[in-house]
């Protein structure tokens, strides 16, 4: 049964820009936006900025660099830089590339603040008006009211493409049968003697199957990352299945991740050293979620730019993280795939590879743009250039072209792309 349902809105702001998501592509481009001198609003539907690495605990950023260059230059680093000054002692050993959580919310909070970017937390986009080749109007539920966001050009930095799917984009999502890497639900764990420690290896983990300590025996096992001295994250378990644009989906997800939590509490306490003592403190409010929409751009980025090193006229920055394509089933011939695939599609030191501005841009649309994990990719490059500091990049080059767009009334096609690249370095990215 369909109902209609007719209400009106109020035009509560009325910007340069709008930002869908308070992620690291989303603070990056809304900071990055304001900085140029445009008006932006940002809704993020939490209460903290950050995404996965705030909201779902995910431990580590993953490589800000290719172990020469810094390839997450201007926002990015600042970020790496202001964790690194304000970790206490006892994080300093491993923070960054590790996370502190809190540490990482408030350099949010500054970096935002201090660019002067309207935002509000508790905040969801829940659809778009359209006319023709553009966006007119965001259409935001916050706690307590619905509104209307009025804007010259829109950024969707949900990462699961949310604002571009309600818009009518056109997208894929998984491989050619739909499915997608599994998703594991992080917690921070405390009581880990890092000096003792023995990690996990593969005797043991076979052990513990036969031991019948999990009730989805898991050969791919990321395992725990030091965040003190005596804290840890935990990036362990996968759930299998999980449609991340689906509540229902999502719900299933969080009650799976939280038993597998507890068999690897028993795992972690029993079978290694170190982890004796071992205590879950927290698990995450939201599952992390590695693979939903591609939404697709002017160009797809694909493994073969990966191959090639590929350099691009229009490269808005580099990046160099491996295809990491977790598993979509617990199958053996689909965990030999993965660790095929994580060994042989790596590079050297100071390899990486460019990313085109014609990967942000949203084929159809005019005022529309895209950063962070939901870029125009293949499902290879999806999985290199979904973390955290790749988000950086992406949600930097993003945030800067659509204030030119906008103070321009331009498309985000008709953006200068030698002006764009010399903003960018200009702020520091690595080109």
Known sequence: MNIAYQTSLPVKYDVDVFVAGGGPAGVAAAVAAARQGASVYLAEYSGAFGGAGTRALVPAFMQFDDGIHFLAGGIGQEVYDYIQSHVPAAFAEYCPPNIPVEILKLCYDEMMIGAKVSFEFFTQVTDVIRSGRELTYAICFGKGERYAVKAKIFVDCTGDGDMAFHAGAAYVQGDEAGNTMAA?????????????????????????????????????????????RTTGGSNAGH???????????????????????????????????????????????????????????????????????????????RYAYPVDIHASDNSEEAHQRFLKEFANLRYEEGESYGIPYRSLMVRDFDNLLTAGRCISTDRAMQASVRVMPCCFITGQAAGIAAAMAAQSYQSVRAVDVQNLRDRLRQAGVYL
Not at 186 to 192: D, F, R
Not at 264 to 287: K, T
Not at 292 to 299: E, K, W
Request: hydrophobic share 35%.
């Open 184 to 228: 594991t639900l992080c917690a921070l764990w405390e009581g880990i003697n890092w000096t003792n420690r023995r990690l996990p290896d593969s005797r043991r983990l076979e052990q513990a199957f036969q031991d019948s300590v999990f009730t989805t025996p898991d050969r791919h096992l990321p395992g725990m990352w030091p965040i003190s």
């Open 239 to 317: 759930v299998y299945g999980l449609d991340g644009t689906c509540a229902a989906s999502l719900t299933k997800g969080m009650l799976v991740g939280r038993k597998q939590l507890a068999e690897y509490r028993r795992y972690y306490r029993e079978y290694l050293s170190g982890f004796e003592n071992a205590e879950v403190v927290i698990s995450a409010e939201q599952i992390g979620v590695r693979e939903t929409r591609r939404i697709l751009g002017d160009y797809v980025l694909n493994l073969e730019d990966f191959l090639n090193r590929a350099e691009f006229e229009d490269g808005i920055g």
